[in-house]
């Protein structure tokens, strides 16, 4: 059973009128483990219990410690400064403690059973590299999916690319003037950069090429087959470069249904604003206002009639709505586009959709690196491609020289040198900007991930040297007796909630952090109490479950996040 509903259920008979998931709920695992294992603030009992929060704290002590029921459950209850703070008995531990070892899938649940999520995510522009700023969006959402999945919910990832808009009539126009088939099947995505850049150049001592790419991309709208049939090579192009990235850092995706599929969806949308009385005419363009709500007004149709991001992301929404029911539909975008998520919002509320309150935006800083801002204009761009290149080659290099004889080195430094980069960009709170400096990312020592997967190998190679079959006994001789042990099996019971605390709130950085900690309790029993060379049975038994447990959870912690799990490096 879940331990928080044990405790509560322990405390139900001295609380009235409120159910033990209630008293559960307000249970909260205190930040330092000499304040007990779980700890219940008891001021917010003070309301129906009409006393002071010190005095519930001693009195509910009182009615615990008279509770037989209580005994090898508590090792103690203490009262302190409003706080009923509980240290749960090491005997209780070891029952735990076999729950993991024997679980491969601990941490996962069944909440979301027959719920499905959209979560719209990565979502890069086609035709233009993909960036560091990009990696956030595809990993934070990435682990934002793992999480639901992980938790029994039925998931659409969707790669909303930008796939439509008038930089591709520019591509058409620069690519019939400067391009060659080759020069694009074997430059890619830069290619197609490196003509995109010139137009602009050129554009600038002749205006009427704008002309002629907006001509292009009114017959795209036309149908005009090969206009047509350029843009959808250029995506071709696009996408097979996105996928290798992709590969590296475990993306996946449901739907790779971009801004175009929406095109012949917006007429429906522009129809049934214009009948709900919403748009006003501004300038030529049509929009809907937001004054009353505090924001400019939402952009709908421009003054020549053609739909932007906006009209198809609503366009986009009422589809997913209809076609998968989602009880969320979370995006995963840069802060900077908060203001368009709200915007857009409040249009699908004003349309009378009471959906729109399951509408999530879940933004993120930005990225710098050796404290450099990132910007596409100024030239200051640094390609993922790049990054992942240079982390694999340090990478290999640490393993060249800490671990010379390791088999499959180039796979292993991949998985290391990449995971690197994605553990540091989910370490910390999604919403914060990210500095990327080599020597932290990389670091084996620090709080990084090449430390964590590390972690993991280390178990994993102590498992197997003493084979599994000491696992599958049960739990009645384990002994925990060492504080070291009963640390790191209350840190790996934390799992379960960090998981469901992560996908509430959408924060996949809470994983991250609590592997480190895992990690450290670990290095610190594994440091104090000798597994393989223990002498009493009982006790190596014990010891090889904790390895086992841990293992388990770091392997799932880590997949959660998106990083790859070699068992030697
Ligand atoms: N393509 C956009 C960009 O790179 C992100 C799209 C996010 N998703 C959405 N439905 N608007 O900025």
Redesign the pocket.
């Given at each position: 059973m879940n331990e928080k509903l044990l405790v509560a259920q322990k405390l139900l008979s001295f609380i009235p009128d409120m159910t033990a998931e209630d008293i559960a709920a307000m249970l909260e695992y205190p930040a330092d483990k000499k304040m007990g294992d779980l700890a219940l603030p008891c001021f917010k009992l003070s309301k129906i219990l009409r006393k002071a929060p010190p005095m519930i704290a001693d009195s509910l002590k009182e009615g615990l410690e008279r509770d037989e029921s209580c005994k090898g459950i508590f090792d103690n209850v203490q009262s302190v400064n409003g706080y009923l703070n509980f240290f749960i008995s090491k005997g209780s531990l070891a029952k735990d403690l076999e729950d993991i070892a024997l679980n491969e899938k601990y941490g996962s649940s069944e909440k979301g059973k027959g719920k499905t999520i959209v979560i719209?995510y990565s979502?890069?522009?086609v035709a233009k590299p993909f960036h560091i700023g990009h990696l956030r969006s595809t990993v934070i959402g990435q682990s934002i999916k793992n999480l639901h999945k992980f938790c029994g919910y039925d998931c659409v990832g969707v790669n909303?690319l930008?796939d439509w808009g008038t930089q591709f009539g520019k591509l058409i126009v620069a690519y019939k003037k400067w391009g060659s088939r080759d020069r694009i099947e074997n430059g890619g995505i830069d290619a197609l950069v490196e003509i995109y850049v010139k137009f602009h150049e050129e554009a600038e001592k002749d205006p009427s090429l704008d002309d002629e790419a907006r001509a292009a991309f009114t017959a795209m709208e036309n149908g005009d087959e090969e206009c047509l049939s350029l843009w959808k090579w250029f995506i071709e192009i696009s996408i097979n470069e996105y996928k290798k990235t992709y590969a590296l850092i475990g993306a996946d995706f449901e739907s790779w249904n971009g801004e175009s599929f929406y095109f012949d969806k917006t007429e429906r949308v522009v129809k049934e604003l214009r009948e709900k009385r919403l748009l006003t005419v501004d300038d030529g363009a049509e929009i809907v206002k937001l004054d009353d709500y505090g924001m400019p007004p939402c952009l709908i149709l421009k003054s020549d009639g053609s739909t932007i991001?906006a009209t198809r992301?609503i366009a986009?929404a009422i589809y997913r709505k209809e076609n998968y029911n989602f009880e969320k539909c979370i995006?995963v975008?840069s802060a900077g586009?908060s203001l368009h998520f709200a915007q857009f919002f409040k249009v699908i509320e004003l349309m009378g959709y009471e959906w729109a309150k399951d509408m999530v935006h879940v933004p993120f800083g930005t990225v710098s690196i050796e404290g450099a801002k990132l910007a596409t204009r100024t030239g200051n761009v640094v390609l993922l491609d790049d990054i992942f290149r240079t982390a694999t080659a340090k990478t290999l290099e640490i393993i060249n020289q800490k671990n010379p004889d390791l088999e499959n080195k180039d796979e292993v430094a991949s998985a290391v040198g990449v995971g690197a980069v994605v553990f540091h960009d989910l370490s910390n709170n999604r919403i914060k900007d990210v500095n990327f400096m080599w020597d932290e990312v990389l670091n084996f020592d620090g709080n990084t991930g090449p430390y964590v997967q590390y972690t993991y190998a280390r178990c994993c190679g102590v498992l197997e040297k003493v084979g599994e079959e000491l696992l599958k006994e049960d739990a009645d001789g384990y002994i925990i007796d060492t504080e070291a042990e009963a640390n790191l099996v209350k840190t790996l019971k934390l799992f379960p909630d960090k998981v469901e605390s992560a996908r509430k709130e959408l924060e996949p950085s809470f994983v991250a952090r609590y592997l480190l900690d895992v990690c450290a309790d670990f290095n610190r029993f594994y440091h104090d109490c000798p597994v393989l060379k223990c002498e009493n049975e009982a006790v190596k038994k014990t010891r090889i479950a904790l390895v086992k447990a841990t293992s388990i959870v770091l392997k799932n912690g880590l997949t959660l996040i998106g990083l790859k799990t070699p068992k030697n490096i």
């Open positions: 719209d979502s890069p522009n909303h930008g991001y992301d986009a995006y975008t586009q």
